[in-house]
């Protein structure tokens, strides 16, 4: 990944951070002659109580194991909530990571058929948000819901599924921020890299967001989507984990006008072939995995 392949990825962090923050937030004046956007490094440095030198080195990666107490001081300045706090902590561990096993991710046999049952728009996603199984309510909500897609790379690369989400900005903000959160220090990780290398080539809008290093878990939550059969659908979603995958279910409010427009999504997807729902898309693509 472009700014782990130094190794500096605290420098890479706190930098991206920085710059996010204005100096009318750090309760500085603005200056005149302003080269960087957001904070200078001697800013940031007398704001957390620390000299100029040490964090230069911080940012520059010549020193990778600043004490609690000073990234709790930069993480002030910098207005970082908990969710982000916690991950500049994560950067800052000296001690060695053990080796990963990993394995391809796998949905559990019991969750093909509980997607059977459901009868609301339900997938398994794995950590780089492959859809590895729905049923036919999710692919009759969004055909970019079949076993076999990628839920960022559909966000970011297909004008359709832009179209789909009423606030694209928003969406693809929390995607990526929530997959950056996911790779965490698995950044060798050969899913991980691929998919990062894939969208950063092809992708303006992923660039700028990546290089923010924003950072956040994409959980349950309500969202608004434009149906292209039967219009606007507002539905919440909840995220369960399952062994390691994710089970995610779309529903509506009880006898609101969704409830109604989904009930005629139904009978469009029992009239979906078996083949394009439950684990293996119809084209019988491989499904993704992570190595």
Not at 159 to 164: K, L, N, S
Not at 186 to 215: K, Y
Not at 245 to 269: C, F, H, N, Q
């Amino acid at each position: 990944m472009k700014d782990e392949e130094s190794g500096n990825r605290l420098g890479s962090y706190l930098r991206a951070r920085r710059e996010l923050v204005s100096p009318a937030q750090a309760g500085l004046p603005p200056g005149g002659n302003r080269r960087v956007p957001g904070l200078r490094r001697e800013e940031v440095a007398l704001l957390a109580g620390i000299s100029p030198d040490y964090y230069l080195r911080l940012e520059r990666g010549r020193d990778k194991n600043p004490s609690p107490q000073v990234l709790d001081a930069l993480a002030r300045v910098l207005r970082l909530d908990e969710v982000e706090r916690t991950y500049l902590l994560g950067l800052s561990s000296a001690r060695p990571r053990a080796p990963r096993r990993r394995r391809p991710e796998h949905v559990p046999a019991r969750v093909h058929e509980l997607l059977g049952h459901l009868q609301l728009p339900a997938f398994v996603e794995g950590r780089a948000f492959d859809v590895l199984a729905s049923n036919p309510m999710a692919i009759a909500l969004s055909p970019r819901l079949r076993p076999g897609e990628n839920r960022l790379r559909s966000l970011l690369l297909d004008p359709e599924e832009q179209a789909f989400q009423q606030d694209w900005a928003s969406a693809t903000a929390d995607f990526v921020a929530a997959l950056r959160t996911t790779v965490g220090d698995d950044t060798d990780n050969p899913r991980f890299v691929e998919l990062v290398g894939e969208l950063a080539l092809s992708s303006q809008r992923f660039r700028t967001l990546w290089a923010r290093h924003d950072v956040r878990p994409l959980d349950g939550g309500t969202t608004t989507v434009n149906h292209p059969v039967v219009g606007e659908l507002r539905l919440h979603r909840d995220k369960l984990a399952i062994d390691d995958v994710i089970l995610v279910i779309y529903y509506p409010d009880r006898g609101s006008d969704s409830d109604e427009k989904l009930r005629l999504l139904a009978a469009l997807a029992h009239s979906e072939p078996a083949d394009t729902a439950h684990g293996r898309p119809a084209d019988n693509r491989p499904l993704p995995e992570t190595p």
